[in-house]
């Protein structure tokens, strides 16, 4: 049985990625000059946004472990989203 689709895993330069990585976790928006301060959230949204936060850190990691079942993920993902409305 062969797959539907085929999704290969992207080759990986060490140099490059440990060059990223550090740059990555060096600066967020919150660095930048003009940033502005959000003072007016409640606690839900607060931790609404810390798990969304953490939601999409564990697909970075998910990705950087399994690219293959990351990209299904977001396939199937992307199909619920265009699939029809139930109304």
């Known amino acids: 049985m062969s797959p539907d689709i085929v999704v290969q895993q992207p080759r990986r330069d060490p140099a490059t990625e440990e060059e990223e990585e550090t740059t990555n976790r060096l600066r967020s928006e919150a660095d930048l000059r003009g940033s502005l301060d959000n003072d007016s959230l409640t606690e839900d949204e607060i931790k609404q946004i810390e798990a969304d936060r953490a939601k999409a ?9 399994d690219y293959q079942l990351a990209y299904a993920i977001d396939i199937l993902k992307g199909l619920s989203a265009l699939g029809p409305n139930a109304e």
Not at 57 to 65: C, G, I, S, T, Y
């Open 57 to 65: 850190e564990a697909a970075a990691a998910l990705r950087e472990e």
